[in-house]
């Protein structure tokens, strides 16, 4: 489908501007800006080893056949036809999975969340996402649970349709829509007169009409703030009842979508996992007992380190150590939860931070303390278990062909991740070095 049309674009262009200079630089120029289209014959990629999203394997090479993964192993026996591509002294692995971000947002100390909520316009908002949703793609993660477009409406549904629809380059997104909160807990505030906020307001009974209108617009995921500050200056505190929580759940649930909880009290988490929620986002004031809890209920857990590092370090912290406060006391609960068994994600809440730079959340994991190949694994079949992605996250046969490769062993030095030379997305060769 995609590729008919792309090649019946690219006739009405020719067919209008013939031997024009169109023909001559236009048109290579837009052809390399596009996906390549999936070749009709098979592809053999050879890298000098895969990582299957669980285990490395040396010498292995894999299969593609249109959109999907059909052989992995040692010596494949390629169709005669098959495309060869060497992927010399590189990984091959699973495109990533970015587990929390926002396309619709960007730095905060480019422009303040408050003021890209209240002042920039829905379609403002839209052509960035454009951008950023090309450079996550580009940085080897074929897909994003993005987590609200915090105050731009629905606008992730349309950004979600233009990328599957090939209108533009993206990660597959799983989309929360508006997000929700209680009435008066989120922001902006503003004393003088109501504006508008980031996500939708609801409670009691409304909360589960809200929950059933934003799947019904779309949402993949339903996402409540379980906690925040009430007013600036203070610590976060519960927003949402035990009860309003389990209610929500049970609708999402029933729907067939997951719930992911923005909690970083104890307290919100513990009413989050005993709701049966499917992943807390944050947790940074979690405890010992409720990363037991955690652990026991098979709740994970998204740390979001770099959105915290990030935010650190546009108030002034240079990197050095000893760390601000904030920033050691997300390790330290990070620590906790890897101590306690909790099912970790994968993701930053980029958007804070750069798109594109999704890597900086795996960096930050492993120097907090988790090992290499379990970083690598939660930002790829593990964010695909968590996430109830069956058809992606691993190098297996039946598999989506997400594919990336990186340069020498990412096991032996993660910061690899950085530097993706190679992105298949769904068969479709959409960054490659040569
Ligand atoms: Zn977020």
Not at 180 to 203: F, L, M, R, T
Not at 303 to 315: H, K, N, Q, V
Not at 395 to 424: E, I, Y
Request: one cysteine or more; charged letters at 20%.
């Amino acid at each position: 489908m995609r590729r008919a049309k792309h090649d019946r674009e690219l006739r009405c262009s020719a067919a209008v501007q013939d031997d024009s200079y169109a023909m001559r630089h236009l048109i290579p120029a837009l052809l390399a800006l596009l996906p390549l289209p999936a070749s009709a014959a098979p592809v053999l990629l050879l890298p000098d080893r895969v990582f299957d999203g669980e285990m490395m394997h040396p010498g292995w090479q894999v299969l593609v056949d249109g959109s999907r993964i059909v052989a992995v192993g040692a010596n494949l026996a390629a169709p005669a036809d098959a495309r060869r591509i060497t992927l010399a002294g590189q990984t091959l692995m699973p495109g990533m999975i970015e587990g929390h971000s926002h396309l619709l947002l960007h730095p905060y100390n480019e422009v303040p969340w408050d003021d890209q909520v209240l002042k920039q316009s829905e379609a403002y908002r839209v052509a960035r996402a454009v951008t950023h949703a090309r450079a996550t793609l580009m940085a080897g993660f074929t897909t994003v649970r993005d987590l609200g477009t915090e105050g731009a409406g629905t606008a992730d549904v349309g950004l979600k349709r233009a990328i599957n629809d090939g209108i533009i380059p993206g990660p597959r997104m799983i989309i929360a829509t508006r997000a929700i909160v209680a009435p008066g807990s989120y922001a902006p505030k503003n004393d003088a007169h109501p504006v508008p906020q980031g996500a939708e307001e609801a409670d009691g009974p409304n909360l589960v009409s809200a929950v059933r209108r934003q799947i019904g617009a779309g949402a993949d995921v339903v996402k409540l703030y379980g906690d925040y500050r009430w007013r600036p200056g203070e610590g976060s505190r519960p927003t949402f009842s035990q009860a309003e929580i389990a209610a929500a759940v049970a609708a999402a649930h029933d729907a067939g979508r997951q719930v992911a909880v923005h909690a970083s009290t104890a307290e919100a988490m513990r009413r989050a996992s005993l709701a049966g929620v499917d992943v807390i986002e944050h947790g940074s004031e979690g405890d010992a007992a409720t990363f037991a809890l955690m652990a026991k209920n098979r709740t994970a857990l998204c740390p979001t380190l770099a959105a915290g590092d990030a935010i650190a370090r546009y108030r002034g912290w240079n990197g050095q150590e000893p760390a601000p406060a904030d920033v050691q006391q997300d390790r330290a609960t990070f620590q906790l939860a890897l101590k306690a068994g909790v099912p970790i994600c994968m993701g930053g809440d980029v958007g804070v931070y750069t798109h594109g730079t999704n890597a900086r959340e795996m960096l930050l994991m492993a120097q907090a303390g988790m090992p290499n190949g379990a970083v690598l694994t939660a930002a790829t079949a593990g964010n695909a278990r968590h996430f109830g992605l069956a058809d992606r996250g691993r190098v297996a046969p039946g598999l989506l062909a997400d594919l990336v490769a990186v340069p020498g062993d990412p096991l032996a030095d993660l910061s690899a991740v950085t530097r993706v030379q190679f992105v298949m997305k769904g068969g479709d060769v959409v960054k490659s070095a040569r």
